[in-house]
C-alpha cells in the first residue's frame, strides 16, 4: 500500500495542564514510510504529544491534521500501543482476542462480526508470526510477544499510523531486535511510526527522524542531523545520571 501522500502536519501545538504548561512550539510534517523517535528528558512532553495525537486529550492550542484534515476525523487510521507492562498482570485475556479489538473502531452499532473482520484478525496474527500463541493469555507473555500482539491489534484496525509509548523498555536484546525488525517492516509496507524513545545509541539505527522536545520543540529532522546537533546533545545529556556538570 503506498500511504506516501499521507502526511501528518502539526502546527504550533501547545498543551497545558492547568497552568502548567506540558508542550509548546510543536510544528513539524512527517509521513507514511517515516519512523519518528521522540526524544527528551522526563517531563519533557513526550507522553502528552502521544496523547494529543492518539485523541486521548483534546487540543487545546494548534493544529494536528492528517491527510489535511483534523486528525480527529480519521480516529480509526491511528492506532495507540500502550507499554505492554501496563497491561499484563491485570489482564487475562487470549492474544486472538486482543488482536481482534482492533476491528472494533469498524464493526458498527450491531457490534457483530463479519467475516471480513475475521479475516482481518487472522491476517494480522499471521503477519505479526503470533499464530502459535494466539489461544494464550496475554499475562503469560514476554514483553516481546505482548509488543507484537499490540502491533497485530494496530494492523487489525488497518491503522496507518502507530504511536509507541518506550516501546524498546524492558525488552531483552533479542525482543529488541525482533522489534526493531518489526517497525522497519511496517514502515517499509507504509506505515508512519511514531515512538517515545530514551535510548539515545539506538536512535539513528532504528529510526528515520527525531523530534526533541523540553516541554517545547528543540529540534526536529532527519535522525543523523537531529542527534549531530549541539544544542539537542546538551538537552538530552543533561538529563543523564552520568553528567553532573550542569549548573542548575
Known sequence: MSHD?????????????????????????????????????NGAGKTTLIRLLAGLLDPQDGTLNWREQPLATFRKEIAYLPQADHHQRHFPIRVRDVVAMGRFPHIGNLKRF?????????????????????????????????????????????????LLDEPFNGLDIESRCHLSDSLFDLSKSGHL???????????????????????????????????????????LHSCHPHHHDRTL
Not at 145 to 155: D, G, K, M
Not at 201 to 220: G, N, P, R
Open 114 to 162: 463479519k467475516k471480513i473482520d475475521k479475516e482481518k484478525t487472522e491476517e494480522a496474527i499471521a503477519t505479526m508470526n503470533l499464530g502459535d500463541i494466539a489461544d494464550r493469555q496475554i499475562d503469560q507473555l514476554s514483553g516481546g510477544q505482548q509488543q507484537r500482539t499490540f502491533i497485530a491489534r494496530a494492523l487489525a484496525q488497518e491503522a496507518h499510523v502507530l
Open 5 to 41: 501522500h499521507h502526511q501528518l502536519d502539526l502546527a504550533n501545538v501547545r498543551y497545558k495542564y492547568g497552568n502548567k504548561k506540558a508542550l509548546s512550539d510543536v510544528s513539524l510534517s512527517t509521513h507514511c514510510g517515516q519512523r519518528l523517535a521522540l526524544l527528551g528528558p
Open 193 to 235: 511510526i511514531i515512538a517515545s524513545h530514551h535510548q539515545l545509541e539506538s536512535v539513528t539505527e532504528i529510526f528515520t527522524h527525531a523530534l526533541v522536545l523540553d516541554q517545547k520543540q528543540i529540534a526536529f529532522g532527519p535522525a543523523p542531523e537531529v542527534m549531530a546537533s549541539d544544542v539537542v546533545k546538551h538537552t
